[in-house]
């Protein structure tokens, strides 16, 4: 099965309006020639807006970093997946290890999230990956699974093909330390087993899965070669349009 790569960019809390807006604009330029690849900016909630519309008219699409499953209503400080369809973003990452250490969101809300993005239509990314600890301690497989069968427990089969998933092992982001094409194979390897266990292989073969954790410029092109790598889920390296660009054109020699 072809699978169309997938190169998105997790700005997090990083950069001011302006300076997204111009950094998007940059990555539009430098990008319009790769078209074998689907490329994803994420930036701040906040410059989304003025980023969707500086894009306009490019392939590029936009994703949120987070939302809330809720259709509307009493939540303050949350995004409502209409909401971040109305502004015109195609995907939303949920489940990022940040979100799950830091802010306490679980399997079961990632699932919820996961239900409601689809029903608005936007795609979303679901990030699942084990701490250092649980891989020494030989859990990797039995978490990644965990959080997986939650997120996608209610998606019907369509759905769970067109969502993303970003296997993230959690030791491997924002450290400079990744995980080596094979032991991110395997995990996708089995990754993909799981989604064949549950809805068959048509749909699993159709899933996209990313790989994150320090991904780079001199990293990309070899976890790429991987057979059930589909494409990157990138923090760091995305904040510079060199570097970014260079991994969406990966498969080139130079930009
Ligand atoms: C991330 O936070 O999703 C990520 C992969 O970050 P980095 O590339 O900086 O490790």
Same mark, same amino acid.
């Given at each position: ?18 300076? +997204? ?138 759905? $769970? ?25 395997? $995990? ?46 990138? +923090? ?8 970014? $660009? ?10």
């Amino acid at each position: 099965m072809n699978r169309k790569p997938i190169i998105a960019g997790n700005w997090k809390m990083n950069l001011s309006i302006s300076d +997204g807006v111009a950094l998007a604009s940059t990555i539009r330029d430098r990008c319009s020639r790769y078209r074998d690849v689907d490329v994803v900016l994420s930036p701040q909630a906040m410059m989304i807006w003025p980023i969707v519309k500086r894009l306009e008219g490019s392939p590029i699409q936009v994703a949120a970093q987070n939302c809330h499953w809720a259709e509307k209503g009493a939540f303050t400080g949350e995004l409502a997946p209409a909401q971040i369809k109305d502004a015109g973003c195609a995907y939303t990452i949920i489940g990022h290890s940040e979100r799950r250490q830091l802010f306490g969101e679980t399997d079961a809300a990632v699932g919820k999230k996961a239900r409601t993005l689809h029903d608005q239509g936007v795609i979303p990314i679901i990030c699942i990956g084990e701490t250092l600890e649980q891989r020494e301690a030989a859990q990797t497989i039995n978490v990644v699974s965990q959080q997986l069968v939650t997120a996608i427990s209610d998606l019907n089969d369509d759905e $769970v093909a067109t969502s993303v998933i970003a296997y993230e092992p959690v030791w491997a982001i924002g450290t400079g330390r990744t995980a080596t094409p094979a032991q991110a194979q395997e $995990v996708h390897r089995n990754i993909r087993e799981i989604i064949v266990r549950h809805h068959g292989d048509a749909i699993a073969q159709r899933v996209r899965i990313q790989y994150g954790g320090s991904v780079k410029p001199n990293n990309v092109r070899d976890l790429m070669s991987e057979h059930d790598i589909d494409g990157a889920l990138v +923090g760091g390296a995305s904040l510079t349009a060199d570097s970014f $660009v260079q991994i969406v054109a990966h498969r080139e020699d130079i930009d």
